[in-house]
Structure formats: C-alpha cells, structure tokens
C-alpha cells in the first residue's frame, strides 16, 4: 500500500509554474515548438494516406475488366461532354476579356488549381478542418480557397512544408461573402454546429425580404468575389426556407451543404497567381 | 536509464493510441462523429510509474495531440498536466492494477477531460444541438475508452517487462 507523501504537492506546484513559464512564453517559441511537432507526427498521417492509395489501387486490380471496361467507357463520354463545356467556357473567357478590354475594366486576379489529397478529416463538435498532401511547397500560403466537384470546400488555414490544413464551411467560425444564384445582392454565409448522423450545414444571414426558398424550389447559395477568395459562382449550398430576423429587414435560413463534404478524398486549391495579390493574401494571414 | 525505458514504452504507447484514433476519427467523419480518448494518455504513467518519468511523458503526449490538433497550442498539454497532477495526488487509493480497474479509471478520467474540453469549447448559440452530440460521443468515446484500456495497458505492462524496466514501490514517489 502506498503512504501519503508530504511531497504530494509538487506536482501541482510544477504545473503551477510550467503554466506562468507557458504564459510568459513568447509566442514565437510556441510557434516553433507547435510546427516543430506538427512536423515531426506529419508523416504518420501522410503515410496512412498512401497506405489507403496502395488499398484502393489493389483493390481496383481485383475488378473484372468487364467493370474496368464499363467504368473506362463512362469516363470517356464524362470526358467528352467536360472537353465541350471547356471548349464553350474558353469562348466566353475571350468574349469576357474582350469586353473588359472595351470598357478599361481591370482584370481580376488570376487563379491556377493545385489538386491534392486528403489526408485526413478532423470534423468535431468542436472544430471541422481536414489536412490534405500539399504545402508551402506547392505555393499554397494561408488564406486560399479550397473547391471540389460538389462546390466550396473551406479555406487554409495553416501552412506547413508537405501539408495544410483547411478550415471547412461547416466549421462554426467559417464567415464568406455568398449570393444567390441569379441575384447580385451580397448576403452572408456563416457555417454552423452539425449534429452526429446528420448532413453537414451552415447559415445565411442578410437575406433581402424579397428572396423566397421552399423545400419545393430551393435557391442555391454561390460564392461571391467580394472576398477575394473564391471565383464568383461557385456552389455553397441549398436553402429551403427562410424565415425573417430580429430585426425584420432581412431575412436568415439554413444552408444544406454537399454531404460529400464530411467525406472528401480529393480537393483543389485555388492559388492567386499575382504576386501583388499573393503578397497581400500572405501578409493579411 | 530504467526511468527512460519506461517512458519511452508510456510515450510510445501513447503515440500509438493517438495516431489510431486520429486516422479512426477520419474514418467515422461521414457520420458526423469525433471520438475523445484522452483519459488513456494518463492512467498507465500516474498510476504505474515514478512522477520524474510520468509527468513529462503525459505532458509530451498533450504537446503532440496540440499539434495534431487545429486547437490552441497548449490547451491540452495543461488539461491532461492537470488531471495527471489530480490523479497523481489520489493513486494511493488505487490499489488495485487489474485491468477492470485501470478501465473504470481511465473511463472516469477521460470523462472529466470530456466534460473540460466541451466547457472551453462551449458555443453562445445552438446550445441544444451541441449539447446532443456532446453526450452522445461521450457515450461512444466512454464504451471505446474502456474497451481500449484492456488492451493498452496491458500492452504496456508487457513491453515494460521486456525492457527491464519494471518500477519497484521504492521508485514510485
């Protein structure tokens, strides 16, 4: 049996002054020490991204090549129909340059897209980020727009060598300009608490009183330019209903976001290709 | 040398434990459900070894779950100190090391560690949904808390007395 010691206090007057070392810490010896760690547990998590890589590759070479032939043929004709729509989408970038050329209108900034894997998912009661494979390596800096097939993903939030993590929509203190589909007016998009077993969603708030949205005709909710961050009319969600606030000039509802979102394995970044603009985005974050 | 033998087990087996619920984490994501097992990061180092080995690995271990985490740096490090500290201070009430009771233990801390991180996580707004998927991955992380205990602390146990570093009562200050 163990005795009470007289010294069983010391570790609490050890914490106690850990606690007043950590408070006086300056905050770039945290940094270090935070990336440093960061750093150092990466590579686990980038490993078991891969090892999942190798799963799915065997995994594909156990289908027939019956499977393989079908799945071929459909991304054949998927491929077609997007070289059509790329082909419609470069005429009108022309038709847009040509246009602004006539009215002196400055361009906006010009964007290239790095795709990346996801590493992995942190989606809590507390926080929503995931970590995907590239870094400072690829040009990625904090502040950049994260996209997917479905629409907006989130925002980078930190930066590190090989990784980054992206703060996602749904996360409770995500904030972005948006609009409705069809109307220039800018609302405001805020991501909100998710419940376990249920789709991820988020919020709109100064919602002109003359919008509408019903189960039966839901208005979608796309990016805005005013932040800079995102292209203009890239898809954030489904609202359904709105319902005036408190203070009755406007109007707030619930986004129902992508339920892809909870589940991603690929996304792509969306990198400034300006360097005035990458200098500012760098600096602001 | 045997006090560093015996924190590199705990450490490692911390890490380990760490790394598995991370990735089980991202696993589950789909189902909107994040699981907390922090309690386990402390019970083998407070209740089994000396306090100069213990206290820094639970420490380590907070630092390194900080990092993996998009949390402020720090803010785990102090709650598991903390609850190492408390439990530290009332081991001698636990004479029993079966593995049943290491499992209610850890159980019962990693509750506490639960119940601090939703305080300092608490919301203004959407109270009642929080509050519901606070309880109900409470539930979920209590039932695998426990379940996991079985197997690390034993885990530990043994890799302890592979390294022939297994603490003596006289260390255990």
Redesign the interface.
Do not use: C, H
């Given at each position: 049996?163990?005795?009470?010691?007289p010294?069983?206090g010391?570790?609490?007057l050890?914490?106690g002054l850990?606690?007043l070392i950590?408070l006086l810490l300056p905050a770039a010896i945290?940094?270090i020490?935070?990336n440093a760690?960061?750093e150092?547990?990466a590579p686990?998590?980038v490993l078991?991204s891969y090892i999942e890589d190798v799963g799915a590759y065997w995994s594909v070479r156990t289908r027939s090549k019956r499977d393989l032939i079908e799945t071929g043929k459909e991304l054949s004709r998927l491929n077609a129909l997007y070289r059509i729509q790329a082909g419609e989408t470069e005429a009108l970038r022309a038709y847009n340059l040509r246009l602004r050329d006539l009215l002196d209108i400055p361009p906006p900034p010009g964007f290239r897209y790095e795709v990346a894997q996801v590493v992995?998912?942190?989606?809590?009661?507390?926080?929503q980020?995931i970590t995907i494979r590239k870094g400072r390596s690829a040009g990625i800096v904090p502040g950049n727009g994260v996209v997917f097939s479905g629409g907006i993903v989130g925002r980078v939030?930190?930066v590190y060598a090989y990784t980054s993590?992206v703060?996602l929509i749904s996360s409770?203190t995500f904030r972005m300009a948006a609009h409705f589909s069809g109307d220039t007016r800018p609302v405001r998009y805020e991501g909100?608490?998710?419940?376990?077993?249920?789709n991820?969603k988020g919020s709109v708030r100064d919602v002109p009183s003359d919008i509408y949205a019903s189960p039966e005709a839901p208005v979608s909710l796309v990016s805005s330019r005013l932040g800079g961050v995102f292209p203009d009319g890239l898809l954030i969600g489904e609202v359904r209903y709105l319902e005036t606030d408190s203070s009755g000039l406007f109007q707030s509802g619930i986004v129902q976001l992508n339920?892809d979102l909870?589940?991603l394995n690929e996304v792509t970044v969306i990198v400034l290709t300006d360097p005035a603009a990458q200098e500012i985005f760098g600096s602001n974050r | 040398m045997k006090l560093f033998r015996q924190a590199f087990v705990a450490l490692t087996a911390n890490c380990l434990v760490l790394f598995f619920v991370l990735e089980l984490n991202s696993l589950i994501s789909f189902l909107s459900i994040y699981l907390t097992v922090g309690g386990i990061f402390i019970v083998y180092p407070a209740l089994s070894m000396p306090a100069r080995a213990g206290f820094p690995v639970v420490l380590l271990t907070g630092a390194l779950w900080d990092a993996a985490t998009p949390v402020p740096f720090g803010l785990f490090l102090f709650f598991l100190g903390a609850l190492y500290v408390g439990l530290q201070r009332i081991r001698h009430r636990f004479r029993s090391r079966r593995s049943l009771h290491l499992a209610f233990v850890s159980s019962g801390v990693n509750l506490l560690l639960f119940v601090m991180i939703g305080l300092w996580f608490l919301p203004s707004v959407g109270l009642t949904d929080y509050l519901l998927r606070f309880f109900f991955e409470l539930i979920l992380s209590e039932a695998l808390v426990f379940l996991l205990s079985f197997w690390i602390f034993s885990l530990q146990e043994r890799s302890v007395d592979l390294l022939g570093a297994q603490p003596v009562p006289d260390e255990m200050t």
């Open positions: 049996m163990l005795r009470f010691r010294k069983a010391n570790p609490f050890i914490l850990l606690f950590w945290k940094r020490g935070q760690l960061y150092f547990q686990s998590a078991a992995r998912r942190d989606l809590s009661n507390w926080w980020y939030r930190e993590v703060e409770r909100a608490l998710i419940p376990s077993l249920t991820p339920e909870l589940d | -």
